[in-house]
């Protein structure tokens, strides 16, 4: 039987009477970890919600197009694909502060390449507000614009199919036109402010 939460009361979850911890959290205490799931009240503590965002992980995409003649760079870890497959639909969030995707969203293709493990000092870089975020990166350019970093293990070559706004972010829909890949290339891991390798583990059947 499930837990059911009957109230939060000093920001601690209230459980109902003859709920027990399931078995695997009273092995977790062993473990040093928490046992019970506690829900916390975040509302006037933004920076717990933050740090708990933070901790789910996610890959690195860098989203760029030459536009009038200069490359613009934004880097997304909100960035998402298999949200539909017909038609081919990405997404990332951005944040209603952005000053380069104003001039971003007005290229008529945009390149993402999900950065590969070799790209941690690049995705700093180009997250940067420094003048040439892409000095020292080695790029492609399509003849539409399109601009991708070098030794990504996937990229695509989309266009902007819709835009949503969602609190301080923009939900941005990108439609993919053609894509490519580089098995040989593991993809960087964001995840608790932290860029991060992936360590496989066992393939799922
Ligand atoms: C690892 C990482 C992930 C990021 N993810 C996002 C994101 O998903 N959405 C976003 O709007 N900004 C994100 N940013 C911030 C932007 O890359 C950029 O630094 C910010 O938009 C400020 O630059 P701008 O004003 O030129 O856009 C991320 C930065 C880093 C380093």
């Not at 007005?106 to 997250?127: C, F, M, T």
């Not at 829909?173 to 608790?192: C, I, K, M, N, Y």
């Amino acid at each position: 039987m499930g837990a059911r939460i009957s109230g939060i009361a000093a920001g601690v979850v209230v459980f109902l009477p003859g709920w027990e911890p399931p078995r695997l959290a009273r092995g977790a205490r062993r473990a040093g970890r928490v046992d019970v799931m506690e829900l916390v009240d975040f509302e006037d503590d933004p920076a717990r919600l933050r740090s708990t965002f933070a901790l789910f992980p996610s890959g690195v995409a860098a989203l760029s197009a030459v536009v009038e003649g200069r490359p613009t760079v934004l880097v997304a870890s909100s960035f998402q694909v298999g949200i539909s497959a017909d038609p081919p639909l990405v997404l990332f969030a951005v944040q209603r502060t952005s000053r380069s995707w104003p001039v971003l969203r007005r290229a008529g293709r945009i390149g993402v390449s999900v950065l590969g493990e070799v790209h941690d000092a690049a995705a700093r870089q180009l997250a940067s507000r420094a003048d040439d975020r892409f000095r020292g990166i080695p790029t492609t350019t399509l003849p539409n614009g399109a601009h991708f970093v070098q030794g990504a293990p996937v990229w695509f070559d989309t266009s902007v199919h819709g835009e949503f706004p969602a609190g301080d972010h923009d939900v941005v829909l990108l439609r993919v036109h053609a894509l490519g890949t580089d098995p040989g290339a593991e993809p960087l891991v964001f995840q608790s402010s932290t860029f991060r390798s992936l360590v496989p583990r066992q393939p799922v059947a």
